[in-house]
RNA sequence: GGACCCGUGGUGUAGCGGCCCAACAUGCCAGCCUGUCACGCUGGAGAUCGCCGGUUCGAAUCCGGUCGGGUCCGCCA
């Protein structure tokens, strides 16, 4: 091949240059580019290259005009490509040529400069660029495109702008020095991922994206067969049923970086297709999974952003219930104090007619100091209140102690004094704290104080190192939660899950009928060999251990209100290979967007993700999704043909003039009609990061927006 | 399905019942300028204020609806 003198050249000038810079071990030289030769056709340097060594050499760079600055006979010309910038100096009198071009050429056009690497004059460099010791004198310039006035600033990383906008150009965007660092900081990680299971002997396995539909949990993306009219596949909200045949496939450890996709809302931190790292180890206790996970986060961390301190080794671990009791959320954010505390003690026969129906009811009175915020005024307390009723609190109590140390509230004349600071003792206020205190159900009453505690420490900024890496275990989860509307027990995370062993019992006793689910059933009680890991107050990701005995799987989806014909609708393959030997086997998924986000220190996905939708599914850059399937539906089968047509409506963009098509609800009926009924359990891992959704979702029929 | 917030020259914002056929910054165009690096200076073009309807003598401004975007609840583990 042609190519394959210029690759043997490339490694040459790889070796040489590689061996500079280990000159210098470990210093500044590290941070410098030495991986394949950027040297191409089009230049021999990029512009980050460019050093004091290079000073006299003739070279070619070529790249994006970041910045001009025409001062007549001169023009300085800033040149980009995602390894730096170099400045480029035009004068009339060395180049006529380059000083005839550089003069018509404008923001963000791509020109190939031939110069001289030459040192600044002294007292022009510019330390704020790592080429900036040198500049290039340019004796040559040609366009190799040219480019419309972009429609934000590229080259202003301190610029606000509209959302849909970077969206709608995203390359623009991803040009921008941020979202490029963004970029290049999850192909890190993706690479570290690989590495470090690679090194701990995990085998990486593709899964199929074209897989069976499970009704139940999210909503399914559904893809029409065109060989089998009628029929339809889903893609995959996980590959959970798939990585566990592949343990009993004997392939002992998998992992993959797995393509996942849920059709539910989005928020911040999920949307409806992510990327997750999904691994299962056979042979395993939780204590093996956990451990593994722990020293593969650490390692992976260490590689991605070694500059990043992690606050707490071994990662701390919480059950379920303490995550809960102490922090108010299943994901605690432990950077901060302000825990939670259970006023049962002193709010017990208080005659406040509030705490007395809460425990009438088996609920919960939990109150939390905020040091500092105890002269709050009145329309702060509202906002607090207002804050409180969106995360669903039906009221919040408060209570100020003053700095003489007495405590004064609304209702100590319904508590009386000794109660009010008992209550204040209790939560540990000092002078000058605020008390919240927040009454309701069982872990509903946590989660409201947890909600205001991440609000308000959000507010205070209570994380002063906001460069730690706070990673937790969050363990012990129930394993089932009833729900009081369809009368049934559902699985907390998957069906799947194993379950603790001193709980084993609750479910091999009990005499569960799956036509009649009761509420009071011990199995209820059962806790689950689930783990969650999280990183700065973010779910980064759960799993567990399997249950890979027959009779204890039937059992729990008997709890669950499914048959055994139910089963093996929906998991037969796995359960038929369950019959040809299954080894204990556990595991976890981690959300490869969350994990990247955090690592950058962002807080939402979007800005990890090359190409995000919005928050009602589109892609303003492609522009999708588009009516132009109407065209395929001759394919999709007579059965499949709806009885209204789902309309793509088109909607008028913003600005663009573009035309923007949605599907209406009765598309998606029409699309879940075309599959079976409703049916029983999901596939899904628990809570995978990018964008999870599942659970007891509609019948099938009735999915889809409405 | 629900709540809240946002939408004004290319971009980011100000204006929130008449003083606004809309202001500022930046960008853009033209001219001048040989050491700039957010270059500088001079001049210029550019918006009927997302869209539709209503209230009013009068609407960017108030009200309703709608479209788009964001955050949260539900949903999703």
Known sequence: MGTRATRCDAVAESTARAGRSSAVPGGAARLRYHGPPMRTAFRDLTCGDPRPEHVGRQVVLSGWVHRRRDLGQLIFLDLRDRYGISQVVVDAKESPQAHGVASGVRSEFVVQIRGTVAIRLPGTENARLATGEVELRANGIEVLSEAKTPPFPINDPDAAIDEPLRLKYRYLDLRREQMRDRILLRSRLLRAISEVHHEHGFVEVETPLLIKSTPEGARDFIVPSRLQPGNVYALPQSPQQLKQILMVAGIDRYFQIAHCMRDEDMRADRGPEFSQLDLEMSFVSQEDVM????????????????????????????????AIDRFGSDKPDVRFGMELHDLAAVATGSGFRVFEETFAADGRVVGMAVPGMGGTSRSQIDELTQLAKRAGAKGLVHLSVEADGSVSSPIARFLGDDRTRAIAGEVGAGPGALVLVVADRDIHAQEVLGHLRVAIADRLQLVTDRSELSYTWVYRFPMYQWDDESRRWDATHNPFSGVVP???????????????????????????????ITLNGWELGGGSIRIHRRELLERSFALMGHSLEGMYDKFGALLRAFDYGAPPHGGIAIGIERWAARLAQQTNIREVTAFPKTGAGSDLMLEAPSPSIRASWRNWGSSARPGQRPAAEPRRFRGTGQVEPCYSASAWAWAYGASEGPSSATSSERSPAGAPHSGGGPPAGAGGPS
């Open 502 to 532: 001193e709980d084993e019992e609750l479910l091999v006793t009990t005499s569960g009928d799956p036509a009649r689910p009761d509420p009071a059933d011990p199995a209820g009680r059962a806790l689950a060999l689930q783990h969650d």
């Open 291 to 322: 451990a593994f996970v722990e020293t593969m986060v650490i390692e992976v961390s260490g590689k991605v952003v070694p500059e990043r301190p992690i606050r707490e080794i071994p990662f701390p671990r919480f059950t379920f219930r303490e």
